[in-house]
């Protein structure tokens, strides 16, 4: 689990108008909320949030104004749909030894059993409750070697250590699929194409 440390300033200013001065500044919009509080606006720096967003569920360590230390995950981050900058963060408030409930990536190894079979991700990322300050950033599952008809289940990935299920066991997270053959023309089809 990375730990990032952001310098954010609180913001008076709301509305589409003050939200489009602070992304010209290179900057990101957030609201900071959790723990009973009323949320924070905050104003975070733009290229520094881009990159911490990149490490799956990465623990923010949030400088405010100068004043606050605050520890945060991402729980909603909006993204321009055609140019991709960042438009907007929700971030959770989190404290060290509290544990949130967030979602990891399922990466998969190995190779399936001949015959061009096909693997489904039912679900690509796993619902988990870990500590705050330890999160996993995904886990990694063998599919070696499964047959058709195949699947694994939510119980049967291996979690690191103080992290639990926050699905069903038997939540089917990762399934094998036959290869779909192409459907040879009925009988006096391609006769009568041919006649044609």
Known sequence: MSEVKLTATTRSEFGKGAARRIRRDDKVPGVLYGHGSDPLHLTLPGHDLLMALRTPNVLIALDID??????????SVQR??????LEHVDLQLVK????VSVEIYVQTEGELAPGGNLLEHVLNALPVEAEATHIPESVTVSVEGLEAGASILA???PLPAGTKLAVEEDTVVLQVLAAQAEEAPAEGEGDEAAEA
């Open 66 to 75: 100068g004043k606050t230390n605050e520890l945060a995950i991402p729980k």
């Open 80 to 85: 321009d749909p055609i140019k991709g900058f």
């Open 96 to 99: 060290r030894g509290e544990t």
């Open 155 to 157: 119980k049967d990935i």
